[in-house]
């Protein structure tokens, strides 16, 4: 799958804290193998290789678990897999620290609406 929207991954792993620390470091670049290499469908099969997406808004918006930071993304499924041009995509729309998150998003689905709203990435 086509993965974009890494420059706000890059902030994340830019900062000072973060330069050292082999976990976090590890646990992203994970993520952006896994997402890389995907061919996921649909849902299922996109949990069933990261049980640590979860969802944020039912349109396909999933905040994904690197190490003890958090990374919204937009996920959308190869339609027709027989379509070599179409990959997929996963878009990430946001990145930071667990206590960042909280501050943005409250850990209220409501918020995060509201943040997915304002930008136009839903009605």
Do not use: C
């Not at 994970?30 to 979860?54: G, H, I």
Request: hydrophobic letters at 35%; charged letters at 35%; glycine letters at 6%.
């Amino acid at each position: 799958m086509e993965l974009t929207g890494l420059d706000k991954l890059r902030r994340l792993t830019g900062k000072k804290k973060h330069r050292g620390d082999s976990k976090f470091m590890k646990a992203v670049n994970k993520f952006k193998k896994d997402v890389k290499n995907a061919t996921w469908k649909n849902q299922v099969e996109m949990l069933k290789d990261r049980p640590d997406f979860d969802s944020a808004h039912p349109d396909g918006f999933y905040f994904a678990e690197l190490n003890v930071h958090r990374a919204m993304i937009m996920v959308e499924f190869i339609i027709d897999p027989e379509d070599k041009e179409d990959e997929g995509e996963v878009e990430l729309l946001w990145a930071g620290t667990h206590d960042e998150y909280i501050a943005t998003f409250g850990n209220n689905k409501d918020i995060i609406a509201k943040w997915l709203r304002t930008r136009g990435r839903i009605s």
